[in-house]
């Protein structure tokens, strides 16, 4: 079975600080590769996603992603954060083909809180 | 456009009652997920209806819980016998024909069993 593993449950950092949120999953086969994002009171949204070709994605908001195969990792960066990146983020993943095609499976989720 | 809603969205109920859970998905999307967002647990699968399919049931947590979708678009999930352990936001989301890596989520209902 997959499983996603977030490593950071609280991340707290300054305005302008430098983000790196981990992600490790485990599968054996192809993956697509989540970062979802739940700004307090709203949906959970998509930040960006990775399918094939270049493992490193950019996503909204500046934030990028790298897929690391030989890591199985995932994680997620930004240069410099904002008050407004005050969220709580999850990984997931799902298999890129097969039976279990379209659920995700999602880490715990880290928490990020920016200080002005 | 209009993205996918659930209702309600806000739950509390006794121990022991039944619950019903409403999701309408993104006009048009075949695929409809459930999941379960429990307090520090992150988000656990449910249950996947894709078109005419038989559903995927495999992350239901027991026979308590069940889900039908009706004309291919509305989704009900069901929980009889409540118990405290179901309290925990129940996201549904939607997905289009062939896309199914590609989720949209509906606000959640927030379920609280007393």
């Known amino acids: 079975a997959q499983s996603v593993s977030q490593h950071n449950h609280h991340v707290i950092l300054s305005e302008a600080a430098s983000l790196e949120l981990g992600c490790n999953y485990s599968y054996g086969g192809t993956v697509n590769l989540f970062w979802y994002v739940q700004y307090p009171g709203q949906h959970l949204q998509l930040l960006l996603k990775y399918f094939s070709g270049d493992p490193l994605v950019k996503g909204i908001k500046g934030f990028e992603a790298e897929f690391i195969k030989s890591k199985f990792s995932f994680n997620l960066r930004k240069p410099s954060v904002q008050w407004s990146d005050t969220a709580e983020y999850f990984c997931?993943?799902?298999?890129?083909?097969?039976?279990?095609?379209?659920?995700?499976?999602f880490g715990r989720g880290t928490q990020l809180t920016v200080w002005p | 456009g209009a993205g996918v809603s659930q209702s309600p969205s806000n739950k509390v109920t006794e121990k022991g009652k039944d619950v019903e859970l409403r999701c309408d998905p993104i006009?048009?999307?075949?695929?409809l997920y459930w999941y379960r967002q429990s307090l520090g647990q992150g988000l656990e699968f449910l249950i996947y209806f894709q078109g005419n399919s038989a559903p995927d049931k495999s992350g239901l947590p027991s026979d308590r819980f069940s889900a039908e979708r009706t004309g291919g678009s509305v989704s009900t999930l069901t929980i009889q016998r409540t118990q405290q352990e179901d309290s925990a936001v129940y996201l549904c989301a939607s997905s289009p024909l062939g896309r199914a890596d590609t989720q949209y989520f509906g606000p959640g209902t927030r379920l609280t069993v007393l």
């Open positions: 006009s048009g999307h075949t695929a």
């Open positions: 997931a993943v799902n298999a890129a083909g097969g039976s279990t095609l379209g659920r995700l499976y």
